[in-house]
């Protein structure tokens, strides 16, 4: 049994002084509950403050990007070692802000996957469709393609320690999100496919998160569905009280 996953990825909000109040919330509401593994993600300039504050709690703490080099002249990027030291354990790789604003690609998106690998970090591996893809019938060979990009030349032993959310775009930030049963087939062909990458036991222990306007009125719908095994949430995120309904939908 896959046990449910709750990520809050803050995108850019909230200083360090707002990042820590809503940690020290989310800490409170949150502590002692084992329904969901729990992981936030602040802005960097909060990684620091929030760092201080969960650590060592059942609230787990994630980078909402990472460079693939370990030091040099990449000016406005963050690498692992950077991250390790304030004890972060998770990093958001290939989100579709970052594939539509910053030109991230399924390369970019593989070489940091491999390196948060190699250096024991859990990456969540975004993929999924636009609108337009959607309505032109692509949802799948989208997603397939951002999975096999990411997962090139990765071992069965290094992809099950990865989580993937699959993040239609037409739902991010938008209010709309996809139905229970859509988010569903989405995922199922997600698994299966990685089995046809892998094997069963991988495709049965890689979880998989939907992300896209998850919200707790409609987060028990989505968490019920066999192959969803979480949520990336956005804006539902940025209180204590709405990021805590989410996880107290999971099943």
Same mark, same amino acid.
């Given at each position: 049994?896959?046990?449910?996953?709750?990520?809050?990825? @803050?995108?850019?909000?909230?200083?360090?002084?707002?990042?820590?109040?809503?940690?020290?919330?989310?800490?409170?509401?949150?502590?002692?509950?084992?329904?969901?593994?729990?992981?936030?993600?602040?802005?960097?300039?909060?990684?620091?403050?929030?760092?201080?504050?969960?650590?060592?709690?059942?609230?787990?703490?994630? %980078?909402?990007?990472?460079? @693939?080099?370990?030091?040099?002249?990449?000016?406005?990027?963050?690498? @692992?070692?950077?991250?390790?030291?304030?004890?972060?354990?998770?990093?958001?790789?290939?989100?579709?802000?970052?594939?539509?604003?910053?030109?991230?690609?399924?390369?970019?998106?593989?070489?940091?996957?491999?390196?948060?690998?190699?250096?024991?970090?859990?990456?969540?591996?975004?993929?999924?469709?636009?609108?337009?893809?959607?309505?032109?019938?692509?949802?799948?060979?989208?997603?397939?393609?951002?999975?096999?990009?990411?997962?090139?030349?990765?071992?069965?032993?290094? %992809?099950?320690?990865?989580?993937? %959310?699959?993040?239609?775009? @037409?739902?991010?930030?938008?209010?709309?999100?996809?139905?229970?049963?859509?988010?569903?087939?989405?995922?199922?062909?997600?698994?299966?496919?990685?089995?046809?990458?892998?094997?069963?036991?991988?495709?049965?222990?890689?979880?998989?998160?939907?992300?896209?306007?998850?919200?707790?009125?409609?987060?028990?719908?989505?968490?019920?569905?066999?192959?969803?095994?979480?949520?990336?949430?956005?804006?539902?995120?940025?209180?204590?009280?709405?990021?805590?309904?989410?996880?107290?939908?999971?099943?």
């Amino acid at each position: 049994m896959r046990k449910k996953l709750i990520a809050g990825n @803050w995108k850019m909000n909230l200083g360090p002084a707002d990042s820590a109040k809503l940690a020290q919330d989310i800490l409170n509401a949150a502590s002692g509950n084992d329904k969901a593994d729990i992981v936030i993600a602040p802005t960097y300039t909060s990684l620091d403050r929030v760092s201080g504050i969960i650590h060592g709690s059942n609230v787990k703490l994630s %980078a909402q990007d990472m460079h @693939w080099e370990e030091q040099g002249a990449f000016t406005g990027k963050i690498s @692992w070692d950077m991250l390790k030291e304030l004890n972060v354990e998770y990093a958001i790789l290939g989100h579709s802000e970052q594939r539509t604003f910053f030109h991230e690609t399924n390369q970019t998106v593989n070489m940091k996957t491999k390196k948060a690998l190699e250096k024991s970090l859990i990456p969540i591996v975004c993929v999924g469709e636009t609108l337009e893809e959607r309505e032109s019938g692509k949802t799948n060979a989208v997603c397939e393609d951002h999975v096999r990009g990411a997962f090139q030349g990765i071992s069965k032993e290094d %992809a099950v320690k990865c989580i993937i %959310a699959y993040e239609p775009v @037409w739902a991010i930030g938008t209010g709309k999100n996809a139905t229970p049963e859509q988010a569903q087939d989405v995922h199922a062909f997600i698994r299966n496919l990685l089995k046809e990458m892998y094997d069963e036991g991988a495709a049965s222990t890689i979880r998989i998160l939907y992300g896209g306007s998850m919200k707790p009125d409609n987060a028990a719908g989505l968490l019920s569905k066999p192959d969803i095994d979480g949520g990336l949430i956005g804006g539902a995120s940025l209180k204590a009280d709405s990021f805590l309904g989410i996880i107290n939908a999971a099943p």
